[in-house]
């Protein structure tokens, strides 16, 4: 073979693999499963998956697809050993991802490659997926446009994401609900707490539109605490308040976001009912619209700060004539020990 043929193999070579990248990056998994010899082999040994054969690499790979976000693929040619009809080789990977799921980060890996000339040209033999170095830290950035194409904060999530929601607060050790509507929680709500109890109830829009809030803090059904407190001397009776309001028997609220992941977000001004959400409380109760599922962490944050805030200070605002603010913030990733939480996640949105 003259030095010419082994020029022109290497561009050939290097050529499928930009080519494959940019099928990746076009979501095109018909043209990048056609890359691979009929035979062909994609192992991914770290993720876990392996698909052989062209039809398996179409639909394999369509399948992790739609569990992106996003995901933006570099690659740099590495070497290349050409042994007749066959060669071996590698190129080395940058890249950048989040999932629906809430993972998300970046890494830097191999593929180790071997390839055969057909008549059709170059093809992969095999590509074998290595990670070299991972970096899961929340990704900060965004694609240009992307704001504009998000979803509003108070669409009901579709009922997949609203399943997926559950099953991972599930897994996480909440009790989950899911139920149709307001009305349903206000029923469900009544039969969880027994006559009689000391409850808590945050101040919360859901609680309002419900009739939760009504229910429990007047009539004699219950002990109100919320009641109890306003009728309080705040500066000669401010211990005896704090300790009332951190130890009810059941506090009851709503959250600013629940993710995909399985996480709730509590946002609070004040910070009063935050105590017996972390283990004061002897049961808490979250009643939650499907407008707050988010699919992770940082767009849960981002729901707090861009939605629920700005909605929830034109309130106080009106009401009493004072500003609201994110003073607490709290993550649950499972109900505190001494605290079982209990999530009734709602088809229909209601709340902020």
Known sequence: MNDFQAIADRVEIQALQAEFTDAVMMRDRARLSKLFTPDGVLRMPDIPVEFIGIEQIRVGGEKLQEQWDFFVQNTHPGVIEINGDTASGRAYMHETVRLKNGFQGINYAIYHDRYRRTAEGWRFAERVYEIRYLDTSPLTGSAPGAAQARPPFTDPTPADRLERAAAALAEHGFTVEVLDDAAAARTRVHELIPAGASVFTGTSETLRLSGLDEDINTGDRYRSIRTRALSMDQPTEADHLRRLTATPDVVVGSVAAVTETGSLVIASGTGSRLPGCVGGAGRAIW???????????????????????????????AADEQPSAVNQLLVLNAPARLTPGTVLLLREAVGL
């Open 287 to 317: 009643v939650v619209g499907a407008q707050k599922v988010v699919p992770d962490l940082p767009t849960a944050l981002r729901r707090v700060q861009e939605h629920a805030l700005p909605l929830e200070d034109a309130r106080t605002r």
